[in-house]
């Protein structure tokens, strides 16, 4: 998929207005230089069971990207309404359906500025079709590259944050695998690439825990939420008592898992077959894979 190609197709939202999509930046804008001050969100809108487009946890993503800003200290120059509306109608402009929708605030001012007058911030807003994914089942391996952040940064989506994907995307090519796994700087393992873990012990799911080096999913959060921990749900429909504890989650930890999941707005729910050459529990899809999948699509889909 040539990302670039199907973004200009469609219209974008930039600072207050709607119009075709044909935004240039400068190559001395700070955001290119210093990565700080950009931050962004991945949302996705569906197609629901009536025959409408909802954008789903529209108002979670949009709060955590006004999160993301506070904690690197940019200030977004729309109120959360606004910004919420703003998404809305861009989807509704576009067609709606299935579609992605990425909100970026980035620095406005050059390099050679930002440290005179600060950052002055722009937010644009794209949208671009997103297909099904096919794949439900992955093979990854545990990175090489550890996350070093020891503090906050993580529960930031800022830009930042993603200087590694590249390289991360690159070694699960070399080692002809999906994805990979990252550990934080003690060795326990953290996240995939671009989404967060659950593993499945029995009737236990584990994930870890939301301590400065993961990003707070949206998706983990809608999974235990408004899944797991809904019993009523949980026991009526599927005779099943799930009990989620956060935990720091070390290579033993996964190796020996009954199922491992990656879970994401992009990836919506994945299930590792795979990991360093182990076949995860035994190899076929869990019982809690099959549960979340079903309910998820449930949610995302208004059924
Ligand atoms: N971790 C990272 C590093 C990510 O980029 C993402 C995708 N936004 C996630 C986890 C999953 O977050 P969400 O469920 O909010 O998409």
Request: hydrophobic share 40%; no cysteine.
């Given at each position: 998929m040539s990302l670039p190609n199907i973004v200009r197709v469609m219209k974008m939202w930039s600072n207050g207005s709607i119009h075709k999509s044909n935004k240039k930046i400068d190559s001395m804008n700070a955001a290119l230089h210093y990565a700080g001050p950009a931050a962004w969100e991945g949302i996705r809108s569906y197609l629901q069971q009536n025959g409408s487009t909802k954008i789903f946890k529209l108002e979670e993503h949009?709060?955590?990207?006004?999160?993301?800003?506070?904690?690197?200290?940019?200030?977004i120059p729309f109120s959360y309404n606004d910004v919420i509306q703003a998404c809305s109608s861009l989807v509704e402009t576009n067609g709606g359906g299935d579609l992605y929708i990425r909100p970026i605030v980035y620095a406005r001012n050059d390099a050679s500025e930002m440290y005179k007058n600060g950052a002055e911030v722009n937010l644009d807003i794209y949208t671009f079709p997103m297909p099904i994914l096919?794949?439900?089942?992955?093979?990854?391996?545990?990175?090489?590259?550890?996350?070093?952040?020891?503090?906050?940064?993580?529960?930031?989506?800022?830009?930042?944050n993603y200087s590694t994907v590249y390289e991360l995307k690159q070694e699960a090519q070399r080692a002809g695998v999906d994805d990979v796994l990252v550990t934080d700087q003690h060795g326990f393992v953290v996240e995939a690439s671009l989404a967060n873990i659950f593993l499945v012990k029995g009737d236990v799911i584990?994930?870890?825990p939301n301590n400065g080096s993961i990003l707070p999913g949206v998706t983990r959060a809608t999974l235990i939420q408004d899944i797991l921990l809904n019993a009523p749900l949980m026991y009526s429909k599927y005779k099943k008592s799930p009990i989620v504890v956060e935990k720091n989650i070390t290579k033993a930890d996964i190796y020996t898992a009954d199922c491992i999941m990656l879970v994401g707005t992009y990836y919506e729910i994945l299930n590792v077959l795979e990991v360093d050459g182990r076949v995860i529990g035994n190899g076929v899809e869990n019982s809690y894979y099959k549960i979340l999948w079903e309910e998820y699509h449930n949610l995302i889909r208004g059924r």
């Open positions: 949009i709060r955590r990207l006004f999160d993301s800003a506070k904690i690197i200290n940019i200030k096919s794949k439900r089942d992955v093979k990854v391996i545990i990175s090489n590259f550890s996350r070093s952040y020891p503090t906050y940064q993580m529960q930031a989506k800022v830009a930042v584990l994930t870890p």
